[in-house]
């Protein structure tokens, strides 16, 4: 029997959300399992899910940096009856699926905007005659928590809800409990899996994309802006001058936004959307600049590309500052402070990321294959059948 995997995805600000779930669910897929991967975020064209099946809610986005203020797919803000309709349709997303399997990426780590769709969908499923296995994925690092209680209420949803929690990492570069206090909380519910990586990147010769360029990505949200334009005018003071240097900007980027861009790139820069063979380009490159996302960062490592993280550090977040700084003690890349950046200050990082030795990935990436296998497992565990 093939076993059924409803697999919830909700990205707010940048896409690193779905492309890791996106990973996951290719790993799934070619591990036989039938995967359905709902998406309540906007659509992000060319998303490679392999044969599973994508079920598109309506959107959602965040139009701040603290998630305070969400819009729908007309930029309006959602209401009631807005939020009445997203549950309807997640809902009927389950109830079509019949899964072995209820999977949530990241809540109730996070996501807890979304509570109003996932706590009625968790009761359903948890009181149904032929209930699921529900598991959190969750990655590495979590934001850390300010209000009283908050850690103590995730517990309590794992508690009631969930059957298993499969952690992104790896305990040898940062543990759980460093940025989730209460991990030991979980017990026998928590898994490690290792690092989730694409690593579908195809290292060539100079015919090959990204051979001997700087490729300056940032992740594939909004808020990379002053990188990107940052970036444009290091290359005239770096020693790779005479290199093309390809900035890389993210699909919900609006197209006046990235249209301006394209406008102030000076000879030598090429600015163009994110690319699917983005990971072929990182393993090609002389160096690659990016902020200090999960998916880039353990992309990067897994093509041994020379690199400079320039972590985002607005709004509410600590994780990619906490990642980098950790990497960076490793050696394995160059670090440049967000608050500090200025075009000779990246320039004298690529230059020394350049003349310095590749990143080599040290810590477990093989998190995608296992947590398909886990979750196949887990799936076979389920007693009921069809």
């Not at 000879?267 to 490159?285: H, I, K, M, Q």
Request: hydrophobic share 40%; aromatic share 6%; proline share 5%.
């Amino acid at each position: 029997m093939t076993h059924r995997v409803l697999f919830y995805v909700q990205h707010l600000l940048g896409i690193g959300h779905l492309r890791r779930a996106a990973t996951l669910v290719r790993a799934m897929d070619a591990a036989g399992l039938e995967v359905t991967l709902v998406s309540g975020g906007s659509p992000v064209p060319g998303l490679d899910i392999g044969g599973a099946t994508l079920k598109q809610l309506p959107p959602v986005r965040a139009v701040d940096l603290y998630f305070k203020e969400l819009v729908d797919e007309s930029d309006q803000p959602i209401d009631d009856a807005w939020r009445q309709r997203r549950a309807d349709a997640l809902m009927t997303a389950w109830q079509e699926t019949r899964p072995h399997i209820l999977m949530f990426e990241l809540f109730p780590f996070g996501r807890r905007q979304m509570r109003f769709e996932l706590l009625p969908l968790l009761d359903a499923a948890t009181s149904a005659a032929k209930p699921p296995a529900v598991i959190c994925s969750v990655r590495d690092i979590l934001v850390a928590q300010k209000k009283p209680g908050r850690n103590d209420e995730m517990i309590d949803l794992i508690n009631r809800y969930f059957d298993h929690v499969m952690m992104h990492g790896d305990p040898n570069l940062i543990s759980f409990d460093q940025t989730f206090p209460h991990a030991e909380r979980l017990g026998d519910k928590a898994r490690y899996t290792g690092y989730v990586v694409d690593t579908s990147g195809i290292k060539g010769g100079p015919d090959s994309p990204g051979f001997g360029e700087v490729i300056v990505s940032a992740g594939g949200g909004a808020v990379g802006d002053q990188l990107l334009r940052t970036a444009m005018q290091a290359r005239s003071v770096s020693g790779l001058n005479d290199r093309v240097w390809r900035l890389l900007v993210g699909h919900t980027v609006l197209e006046a936004e990235f249209s301006d861009l394209k406008s102030l790139a000076p000879n030598g820069v090429v600015v163009e959307r994110a690319r699917p063979d983005f990971t072929s380009l990182l393993a090609n490159c002389a160096v690659s600049i990016s902020q200090g996302g999960y998916n880039t960062i353990m992309e990067t490592l897994h093509a041994g590309a020379r690199a400079v993280v320039v972590p985002y550090a607005g709004g509410i977040e600590t994780e990619q500052t906490l990642r980098a700084r950790l990497l960076s003690e490793q050696g394995v890349l160059h670090v440049v402070d967000e608050a500090t950046l200025s075009p000779d200050i990246l320039a004298a990082a690529v230059d020394k990321a350049v003349n310095g030795p590749p990143s080599g990935a040290f810590i477990d990436t093989g998190g995608a294959r296992r947590s398909a296998t886990l979750v196949n497992d887990w799936a076979d565990a389920v007693t009921w059948d069809d």
